[in-house]
């Protein structure tokens, strides 16, 4: 499961932010799920990989944000409607 807040931790504090993409790092023709992180911290995440990079702590790939917002809830609520319509018409009939 992804966290449920953005991991950008600023002066000894936890950023509270909901988080809006995904970092993912990618080196063909695997792809390296990082952290998550909020529009405001995109740039010191970038950053933040860059130096773990350079330390060999993460693979040296291309770093990816993806936009994680509507995607996953739309969808899995969409789903879950339609298995319970289904449902309730077998009942009936
Ligand atoms: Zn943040």
New binding site residues.
């Given amino acids: 499961m992804l966290p449920d807040?953005?991991?950008?931790t600023?002066d000894g504090k936890p950023?509270?932010?909901p988080?809006e993409f995904v970092v993912s790092v990618f080196v063909d023709p695997d792809e390296y799920m990082v952290g998550v992180?909020?529009?405001?911290?995109k740039q010191?995440v970038s950053g933040k990989i860059q130096i773990l990079q350079q330390q060999g702590k993460i693979p040296n790939g291309k770093v990816r944000f993806s936009k994680l917002t509507a995607v996953g809830t739309d969808c899995i609520h969409g789903d879950e409607e339609d298995f319970i319509q289904i449902d309730t018409n077998n009942l009936k009939n």
């Fill in positions: 807040k953005c991991s950008i600023e950023c509270v932010n988080p992180t909020c529009e405001k911290h010191i």
